[in-house]
């Protein structure tokens, strides 16, 4: 094999890595240049509050020392505080349903189903009949006289 060949290998190599990888390059930018100044920030407090909550889990299974875990976790509720305070200093978002005197009966009707629902939820746990277990709340089978989660015995 002469070099010609392997340089038309490479070069053809690339042109197709480079054809192949260009619809993953356009939707990074496409997606960054979308993003608002609100979601930027959300997005990164969210990330934040995970790493929050990794940390946490991490001390409270004992591989991480103490020192360590509130030296690091003083640092992300600085910027996490930082984040949410330039939040707070964007302007409110505009309602996007209309009038306030829509958006209170949007309000007012999520609140009647979510009382529905927990008026249902109610029979359904006092009759034994309930989707959940009442003891521990996880989903059960209709068929099950306890609760595969916590042991309760079901009426």
């Not at 197709?16 to 260009?22: E, I, K, L, M, Q």
């Not at 889990?57 to 509130?70: I, L, N, S, V, Y």
Request: glycine share 8%.
């Amino acid at each position: 094999m002469d070099i010609g060949s392997i340089l038309l290998g490479i070069a053809l190599l690339v042109i197709v890595a480079v054809y192949v990888g260009r619809p993953f390059l356009r939707a990074r930018a496409t997606q960054r240049e979308t993003m608002t100044e609100r979601e930027g920030l959300a997005a990164q407090k969210a990330a934040l509050l995970e790493q929050i909550r990794t940390l946490d889990f991490e001390h409270e299974t004992g591989k991480m020392p103490d020192a360590e875990h509130r030296q690091q976790r003083t640092r992300l509720l600085n910027e996490a505080a930082t984040i949410m305070k330039q939040l707070d200093d964007l302007a409110p978002v505009p309602a996007r349903n209309g009038s306030p005197a829509r958006i209170e009966a949007d309000v007012e009707a999520a609140i009647a189903a979510i009382r529905a629902w927990n008026r249902d939820n109610t029979r359904a746990r006092e009759h034994g009949n309930g989707r959940f277990c009442t003891q521990c709340g996880k989903p059960r089978d209709a068929g099950n006289k306890f609760c595969a989660h916590c042991g309760f015995r079901f009426a």
